[in-house]
Each structure stands twice: as structure tokens, then as C-alpha cells.
Nanobody
């Protein structure tokens, strides 16, 4: 069974950068589309970014376009989320999730993650001065 573990969160000042990692075990990550979601305190979970199995297809929430970049290294069984120009409103717990279907994962981006098959436990990102 696929297991996902996020890392790389922490405290960063506004305008700073972080790189999150989503490491997989139990199965080859290359079979799965991977999405990042986030949930801020008191808010609903939202889709942040998505990458297809080969890395050729990506999708981003409007709120992070131009600032965040998703990538993957299937040989390392890891997906990354490079976050630049961070803002206080980016503060949230960030989760990675996996599904065999890119279509399902793309739909899940707009449905607060509904339908994604596998989830990590999250990593906290705090953007504050």
C-alpha cells in the first residue's frame, strides 16, 4: 500500500521560500498523479497544485500561480513543491495526496481533495515576521 510522508515545512518570513517534499513508500510513485492540498486554521482544505504521472501535466491554484512550482523525481519516489514569495496567507498544513487517475486528481483539486486515494499526514508551513 502506498504511504506518503511530507517534509520541509517550517517558519519562514514573508517573501521567503520553502521546498516541500512528498516521499512515497510501499509502491512506485510513478503510477500516481500527485496533488498538494493545504488547510489553514478555520478554513476548508483547498487544492494547491497537481502533477501527472510523468510530470508533463501540471495544474496550479490561481492563488499560487507564478510563485509555486511542482515537480517530481520518480527515481527517488518523491514529489516536490517549491514555494517562493511566500505570503502570510500561505500559512497552512500542507498535505500531499495520490491517485491513479490524473482526471480524478484534477477534479479533486476543485473538490477539496474528495476522491484522492492516499494521503500523507501533513507538514505545517507558517509565514510570519
Amino acid at each position: 500500500q502506498l504511504q506518503l510522508v511530507e517534509s520541509g515545512g517550517g517558519l519562514v518570513q514573508p517573501g521567503g521560500s520553502l521546498r516541500l517534499s512528498c516521499a512515497a513508500s510501499g509502491s512506485s510513485l510513478g503510477y500516481y498523479a500527485i496533488a498538494w492540498f493545504r488547510q489553514a486554521p478555520g478554513k476548508e482544505r483547498e487544492g494547491v497544485s497537481l502533477i501527472g504521472q510523468s510530470g508533463g501535466r501540471t495544474n496550479y491554484a490561481d492563488s499560487v500561480k507564478g510563485r509555486f512550482t511542482i515537480s517530481r523525481d520518480n527515481a527517488k519516489n518523491t514529489v516536490y513543491l517549491q514555494m517562493n514569495s511566500l505570503k502570510p496567507e500561505d500559512t497552512a498544513v500542507y498535505y500531499c495526496a495520490a491517485d491513479w487517475s490524473f482526471i480524478t486528481a484534477n477534479q479533486a483539486m476543485a473538490r477539496r481533495g474528495a476522491g484522492m486515494n492516499y494521503w500523507g499526514k501533513g507538514t505545517l508551513v507558517t509565514v510570519s515576521s
